[in-house]
């Protein structure tokens, strides 16, 4: 069965450090995204791609980065660690085309619980 | 301005009771498209429901329902006869078409817990 899966599960970080969430589709969707999860937020995108050698910045994308090198892969980097980082993270798939084509909803991972200390 | 509001913060119901959670949302696309999705304890977001905006059927899949009415740009959830296992956290989530291309936005989400 397809799915999408992120690593670590959870982590544990310093300050200053730089950290590497992954997030791996199995789906074949063009469309990948990540999101931050804290009280009283809700869900914010971070970062979002919509195909390879595509990336788009969300509204909180300050201090996070993305690449995508392949269609199944949005490895999602925090390039300083801030403990204002601290948070779950999500990545979701769809198999929508943007706003040029079809939209399909969007199939989200276990999360990532990240810690910064 | 918050595109999707869901003005319950948490219900709490006992065992067998219906429960409706409202979500009001804010668009000036015509095309756009209105998703559930559920949070349970376990913290994975499950997908529940996709409606789209020229599409006004209300749905049921066993004990869920929605209501979607443009009018009122509500796009509401009804749990029937409710379970424990029924309790999570519930996230209205508006997709706009030309405005915000696709990407979701979510309302803050409303927690139910069913007691037994």
């Known amino acids: 069965d397809a799915e999408i899966t992120q690593s670590p599960r959870h982590k544990i970080t310093e300050t200053g450090r730089q950290v590497t969430l992954a997030c791996h589709q199995t789906?074949?969707?063009?469309?990948m995204f990540w999101y931050r999860q804290d009280l009283g937020h809700g869900l914010r995108l971070i970062h979002y791609s919509y195909g390879v050698q595509d990336t788009n910045k969300g509204e909180v994308s300050d201090g996070y980065s993305v690449s995508r090198s392949n269609t199944e892969d949005l490895p999602l980097t925090l390039e300083s660690a801030a403990s204002s980082q601290t948070s779950v993270y999500f990545c979701?798939?769809?198999?929508?085309?943007?706003?040029?084509?079809?939209?399909?909803?969007?199939?989200f991972g276990p999360g990532t619980r990240l810690t910064v200390l | 301005a918050q595109k999707v509001t869901q003005a319950q913060t948490e219900i709490s119901v006992v065992e067998k009771e219906d429960v409706t959670l409202d979500c009001v949302y804010e668009?000036?696309?015509?095309?756009?498209?209105l998703f559930w999705y559920k949070q349970p304890p376990s913290g994975e977001l499950v997908f529940l429901i996709r409606r789209n905006s020229f599409d006004e059927q209300n749905e049921i899949s066993g004990r869920y329902s929605w209501n979607f009415q443009k009018s009122t740009s509500s796009f509401n959830f009804t749990i029937t006869a409710s379970q424990v296992v029924d309790s999570a956290v519930y996230f209205c989530a508006l997709s706009e078409a030309f405005t915000n291309d696709y990407k979701l936005s979510f309302g803050a989400g409303t927690t139910v817990t069913v007691r037994a």
């Open positions: 979701a798939s769809s198999g929508g085309q943007g706003a040029s084509g079809l939209y399909n909803e969007q199939f």
């Open positions: 789906w074949n969707h063009n469309n």
């Open positions: 668009t000036r696309d015509t095309t756009y498209y």
